[in-house]
Each structure stands twice: as C-alpha cells, then as structure tokens.
C-alpha cells in the first residue's frame, strides 16, 4: 500500500481530484477512478470532470472507516 503525503485533513484543498483522492487513501489512481463512480461516493460533476467536496470526503472516510459507524 502507497503512504499518504498528506498528515492532516487540513493540508488538502478544498476540491480533490481522482488523483487527490488516490495519494490520500494511498491506492492506486485506476483505483480512485472506480471509486469515484460509486454511487454512495460523494462525487461532484462539473461537465465531464470529477472532484469531490473536501468536507463530503472527510465525512465519507470516517462513515467507511472500519468499525465507524458506516458499514
């Protein structure tokens, strides 16, 4: 597994991209593509480019962090 260059939900901007999302969850970008077509993802779509809101990826992470509250 690829680590994080990021140590803080502070140092990111506030829209990411697919490969953002990748350095951050430290996975490969093909990987941050399928993701960010999920429909539970908090993908937002400005014409054919994807990003995802700073603060609906925060939430997302730790609704799907192993024994949060998500699934």
Not at 15 to 23: E, G, H, I, M, S
Not at 29 to 55: A, C, D, Q, W
Not at 58 to 63: P, Y
Request: no cysteine; hydrophobic share 35%.
């Amino acid at each position: 597994m690829k680590e994080s260059q990021y140590k803080s939900y502070d140092d990111l901007p506030l829209f990411l991209n697919a490969k953002l999302v990748a350095q951050v969850l430290g996975i490969a970008p093909s990987s941050s593509y399928e993701l960010m077509h999920e429909p539970e993802f908090p993908t937002l779509r400005i014409g054919n480019r994807m990003v995802v809101p700073k603060e609906k990826f925060i939430q997302w992470v730790e609704e799907h962090a192993k024994g949060g509250d998500g699934q």
